[in-house]
Structure formats: C-alpha cells, structure tokens
C-alpha cells in the first residue's frame, strides 16, 4: 500500500470546516483513499473512502486531487465531537480477498469553542 | 445500527498466563480482523480471516496468538504465554466483504499483563 503523509495535528473553531490535508504521492491506479478517525481511545471508525471522484456523505466530503497524489477530508461544520485522530490510509481493493488496514501516526484535529 | 462488541472491556491477567478476547461481529459481515494499539502509539494490523482459515498475519501474530470462529457469531483471540509487552487495547473489526470495503470496528479489550 502506498505511503500517506499527514500533518500532526491541526485546530479547527467549532461550527467552522475543518480541512485535513493527505498526500499520497506514490499511489497506484488501484488504490483506493480511506479515512478513519478515532476518537480518545475507542475503536477506529470509518468515515469516507474513495477512488478518483470526490465523495460525500452524512459525515465529510473527500476532495481527491485530478492527478490523485493527494486528498483532502472536510468536515463541513466541525463540533466538538470531532476532536480525534484522523487517519488517512491508501488501499488496494480487490473483492474477496481479506485487506488489513496500515494506520500512520495520523493527525490530531482539536476542535476548539 | 448493527455494532461490532468485544467482551469483557479490561482484561488484567499475570504474565505466562493465557486470555482469550471474545469479539461479535456484524452478523451478516464475512472478513474478520484483529488489531492492537499499545497506549500512545500506532494501531496495528494482527490477523485478518476469511472462510474459516487465516487470510494474513503480521509479524506480531507469533505462536501463542491464536483466532478462533467457535460458532457462527463469534470472533475470539488467545493469547498463550502472555508477555508484559502483550499490553494493549485490542481492537476486533469485521467487513461485509473484502478489500473493497470498509471495516466497522469493536470499542476494543484493553489487556494488561502484569
């Protein structure tokens, strides 16, 4: 799986969007970008994933560059609940076969009154 | 909305000692993973398992780690001869399907081997 690069941490305002950057320079035709997040020390969870499109859902939108060598998480409308440690990790996906998650070190978002 | 669980949340067992750590995962979801976090550091991948047989395990997964599907909802780790450097919160995780897909995570055991 392709290297991630992400910064350690970032502060964000509460109600403000919080933009968090991954560079994945080296990535491969068939790999896919995941977001995961974990909060305090619970258990990972998923957030986004996508190919080459931007992605949104009910949680962030996933904004992936054209030449695919980096990607940006938003959260539009940050609140406390979202100070965690967000994790970008690239992936192959290939159906029917197992496919362990690599975590960096990720970068901690606080989210600030 | 259907959850991954682990029991029990804290295990505490003295070293040389075997524990097994139970996970239920989302009952329709086929892949099956483990991971562990040592306190202040990375998660890390263990094993992952398919089709009743292990898919891959990293080099942490020696031979006192063992998984186990005793029957057709549960999900369990032991570990044999645990070490001190055994400690860590354990994070169970399952997928509808492979690769492809995302994985839906335990709130995870934290074991601490004294």
């Known amino acids: 799986d392709a290297k991630t690069t992400q910064p350690p941490s970032m502060d964000c305002a509460e109600g403000r969007a919080a933009n968090l950057p991954c560079n994945h320079s080296t990535i491969s035709g068939n790999e896919y970008v995941y977001w995961y997040r974990q909060i305090h020390s619970q258990g990972p969870q998923y957030i986004i994933h996508g190919l080459k499109n931007n992605e949104t859902n009910e949680m962030a939108s996933l904004i992936i560059t054209e030449d695919r060598k980096s990607s940006t998480l938003i959260l539009p409308h940050a609140t406390l609940r979202d100070t965690a440690v967000y994790y970008c990790i690239v992936r192959v996906s290939y159906t029917g076969t197992a496919s362990k998650l690599t975590f960096g070190t990720g970068t901690r978002l606080q989210v600030t009154l | 909305e259907p959850e991954v669980t682990q029991t029990p949340s804290h295990q505490v067992t003295q070293m040389g000692q075997e524990v097994i750590l139970r996970c239920v995962p989302i009952s329709n979801h086929l892949y099956f993973y483990w991971y562990r976090q040592i306190l202040g550091q990375k998660v890390e991948f263990l094993v992952s398992f398919y089709n009743n047989e292990i898919s891959e395990k990293s080099e942490i997964f020696d031979d006192r780690f063992s998984v186990e599907r005793p029957d057709g909802s549960n999900f369990t780790l032991k570990i044999r001869s645990t070490k001190l450097e055994d400690s860590a919160m354990y994070f169970c995780?399952?997928?509808?399907?492979?690769?492809?897909?995302?994985?839906?995570f335990g709130p995870g055991t934290r074991l601490t081997v004294t």
């Open positions: 995780a399952s997928s509808e399907q492979g690769a492809g897909y995302e994985q839906y």
